[in-house]
């Protein structure tokens, strides 16, 4: 072990000593374990503030751990194990917290980090419960951030057999069939009955309004006029102020009973004159250069 | 096959030095039957004189037949193991110096070594002489190419697990030279030491040598190499599904541009899936096509790559709302591994969303086999689309429910929804009538009117002149062409006298 050899490496005012022989390092587990604990009664209890100290606090502590990834043991003693498991606990409770928060780029980094635990240190730790919750909170972020291409990256990492049984990966999967498909009613009634329903509420926001901008979108294209009511329904608007907030934004026109959307008639087609132009001057260029 | 025809000369040669000696011998002049242990032996020894000649004129054409003696070689020793080991192990015992550090390695990897029973033993007058053949020094290429060959020998033996520790000495070996000539020699190593780890179904940890194998071929130029081994790092990450680290590999790494047409199509293939996962249709179609393209076209060689890129195209295809060509989904041998990519075929083609779960559910097993299976997932919009397509040039007034149940969709209660989008994004030409709930079709109006035969037009234009710029960049003269134009000072002082004397003969006519 390479800590139990090195000199006592100068101290900060906020970094703790690094343990010099076993019997630290298991006493600093013990610390951190114990801070867990305390972490974990306030996050259940909704203290925010206090929570995200005490995470600070926590990752802080983890420093001092000398088995974490990218230096992941082979085959780790059962402190360094314990170490991992403290680890682990740590960054999920802290991508729960964050969501809590509402601050999406620390999800993200939590997750990142999070996945190299579930890779490689798949086989030394046990399962841990809130890796699929997790998992599929981060593919829902993805669908409500409308990053598409990246949210079925992630879904080709996950063996097949999985994606159709586990219901929280279960959930972002069908969402993203709907959305594709157009049937965007089901998206909106999956907020309220989703398996989601209360870590994932922010991104299920994000991806009402998203999917309300599309449904407003189709229905200019697809309706020549509609009745307020049904429109209201169609987007889930809660009452008819919404509506017309949201009509007035997009220049939609309420008279009575109906809304119009403000299609011109057909306009002329407009010439690409200046792609029209490069393309034949491109011809040209090349014809000259056939002997 | 160069060899065989070595081996004819080598066997008229025999008659007529017996001929020389003792014309009584007239046993002897038969032919004797034909030895693969032999073959092997000569084939050998045809491989270390190519070696020696590329190392020494570096001309690409001995490295070439070289290595497909190499080939030649492995085929031998699959088909008969028993005969070609010995053979193997006592060309190895000879060629290996007592104090090379490999030889007990190898050695031990094979089958009791040989004793070379040399035809041409009687024969005294034979330019080999009485006793052993010239020892010559071991080259590095010719060291490689024998660790190549007993690796293959094991794998193919199915002594997998005791290849990997060989495969490691050899990508050790390969680090500690530094030669231009090791090239097309290492590309081989680096392939069959990866395909012995694959077999092992341990390919994570080749992955980091083979990185900075990558890198450091690149620093010593080493251009086949470094094509193999950006096609070997890719197939690592797509076996381990790691498309985003695949992804940034490529952006970092250039592929080589003088790499021969089979690396250059497994490299289009793995770019083509990387860029369908990535709903990148579009490029993925082209890069798939050129890899169907570049693949050996005899339709007997490269059937799993090929079968491979098919697939993949054909759903690239119906993503992107085209349909695949019918020709290879009938031709003989591809028809039977085609046939549940057919069945999608047809239910994308029809709108059917019935047929297209039945081939779902029918094939799940084969499209997951094939790694395809996310992707034919997302073909479901596509179903639907086409169906309604359908529907609306067929109907200019159809009830929505109606419409729901010809699409036969799980939940007819989002017919509208899905309308509308498809109207939005410019599948149908229509319009609802949410009271009624009527989908209403416009007629179609006349294309020809629009730009769209233009941009047609341009598409075609373009891929035209652009293969007539390759034309012409391919047509290299012949390296010695102008060589033999060149007169030779006799014929021309012979022209210079035939000139002279035609001047002569006009001036005397002149005079008169």
């Known amino acids: 072990e390479m800590v139990a050899d090195a000199a006592p490496l100068p101290t900060c005012a906020h970094c703790p000593e690094r343990p010099s022989s076993s019997s630290d390092q298991a006493e600093s587990i013990q610390a951190a374990a114990a801070l867990l604990e305390q972490f974990k009664s306030s996050f259940a209890k909704e203290e925010l503030d206090t929570s995200v100290k005490q995470l600070a606090q926590l990752k802080i502590a983890m420093l001092s751990f000398s088995s974490l990834p990218p230096a992941i043991p082979a085959v780790p003693s059962s402190s360094q194990q314990q170490e991992l498991l403290l680890a682990r606990d740590v960054l999920e409770h802290g991508a729960l917290v964050s969501i809590k928060t509402v601050d999406i780029p620390a999800f993200e980094r939590h997750i990142a980090q999070l996945k190299v635990y579930y890779t490689h240190c798949a086989s030394l730790l046990p399962e841990s419960p809130r890796r699929y919750p997790l998992l599929g909170l981060n593919l829902l972020r993805l669908l409500a951030q409308n990053r598409i291409a990246e949210f079925h990256t992630e879904l080709e990492l ?45 991104f299920m926001d994000m991806l009402v309004d998203t999917v309300r901008d599309e449904i407003a979108e189709c229905s200019e294209k697809a309706y020549k006029a509609i009745a307020v009511s049904d429109l209201q329904s169609m987007l889930m608007l809660g009452s008819e102020a919404e509506l017309n907030d949201f009509a007035s934004g997009r220049s939609w026109r309420i008279d009575g009973a109906n809304v119009t959307f403000g299609t011109d008639g057909d306009k002329p087609l407009a010439l690409p004159a200046s792609q029209l132009i490069h393309e034949s001057l491109a011809y040209a260029k090349e014809l000259e250069r056939i002997v | 096959r160069r060899a065989s025809s070595c081996r004819r000369r080598a066997g008229s040669s025999m008659p007529e030095a017996m001929e020389i000696e003792t014309p009584a011998k007239k046993a002897e002049e038969e032919k004797p039957p034909p030895d693969p242990a032999a073959f092997y032996r000569a084939d050998c020894k045809l491989m270390a004189s190519a070696v020696e000649r590329f190392v020494a004129v ?24 028993a005969v070609t080991g010995p053979v193997l192990a006592a060309f190895v015992s000879a060629s290996f110096s007592p104090s090379h550090p ?98 092992a179904g341990r390919i994570e940890s080749i992955r980091s040598r083979l990185l900075a194998a990558q890198r450091t071929a690149g620093l010593h130029h080493y251009s086949a190499c470094q094509a193999t081994l950006l096609n070997l790092l890719l197939r690592s990450y797509q076996s381990a599904k790691l498309f985003v680290q695949a992804d940034k590999l490529l952006a970092k790494s250039t592929f080589p541009e003088t790499a021969s047409n089979a690396q250059l199509a497994r490299f289009l293939y793995y770019n083509g899936r990387i860029k369908a996962l990535q709903l990148e249709y579009s ?79 029918e094939h799940a097993a084969t499209f997951t086999a094939d790694g ?27 009830r929505l429910t109606d419409a729901a149940q010809k699409l036969s969709l799980d939940h007819p209660d989002d017919m509208e929804s899905i309308a509308a989008k498809a109207i939005r994004d410019g599948v149908i030409d229509a319009s609802i009538d949410h009271v009624s709930g009527v989908l209403i079709s416009t007629g179609a109006h006349d294309t020809y009117s629009t730009l769209e035969p233009q941009a047609a037009f341009h598409k075609r234009i373009v891929f035209c002149l652009n293969l007539h710029n390759d034309a012409v960049k391919a047509m290299t003269y012949p390296p010695d062409a102008h060589k033999g134009e060149l007169p030779d000072a006799d014929a021309i002082k012979e022209r210079q006298r035939e000139e002279q004397e035609l001047a002569e003969a006009l001036a005397e006519e002149d005079e008169f």
């Open chain 1, 158 to 202: 996950l063996p097949p057999g999985l994606q159709a049984s586990n219901e929280f990966l279960k959930f972002p999967a069908q969402l993203e069939q709907h959305i594709m498909e157009g049937s965007y009613n089901r998206v909106l009634s999956a907020k309220q009955t989703g398996t989601y329903a209360a870590e994932g509420l922010y």
């Open chain 2, 58 to 81: 570096r001309e690409a054409r001995f490295a070439t037949a070289a290595l497909r003696l190499m080939a030649v070689l492995r085929g031998a020793g699959r088909s008969s193991p």
């Open chain 2, 102 to 199: 490999l030889r007990e390695r190898l050695l031990a990897a094979l089958p009791p070594p040989a004793v070379e029973a040399e035809p041409v033993a009687a024969n005294s007058k034979s330019p080999e002489g009485a006793g052993e053949p010239k020892k010559r020094p071991l080259l590095p290429e010719m060291e490689l190419l024998l660790e190549i060959l007993v690796l293959q020998s094991l794998i193919d033996g199915g002594k997998v697990a005791e290849s990997l520790p060989l495969a490691d000495t050899v990508l050790e070996r390969i680090g500690g030279w530094n030669r231009r000539t090791l090239d097309p020699f290492a590309e081989r190593a680096y392939f069959y030491a990866s395909f012995a780890y694959e077999k």
């Open chain 2, 283 to 361: 490029e993925a179609h082209r890069c798939l096509l050129q890899a169907q393209r570049k693949a050996p076209q005899t339709s007997t060689k490269a059937v799993g790559f090929k079968l491979a890129a098919y697939k993949l195209g054909a759903i690239v295809q119906l993503l992107l709302g085209e349909i695949p060509e019918r020709a290879i989904f009938r031709a003989s041998n591809t028809r039977a591994a085609m046939k549940p990519y057919q069945q999608l075929v047809q239910a994308v083609r029809l709108g059917d969303l019935a047929a297209f779960r039945d081939a779902m559910t």
């Open chain 2, 372 to 398: 395809n299976a996310t992707l034919v997932m997302r073909l479901r919009q596509n179903v639907i689309r086409a169906g309604l397509r359908n529907i609306s040039l067929a109907y200019a007034r159809i």
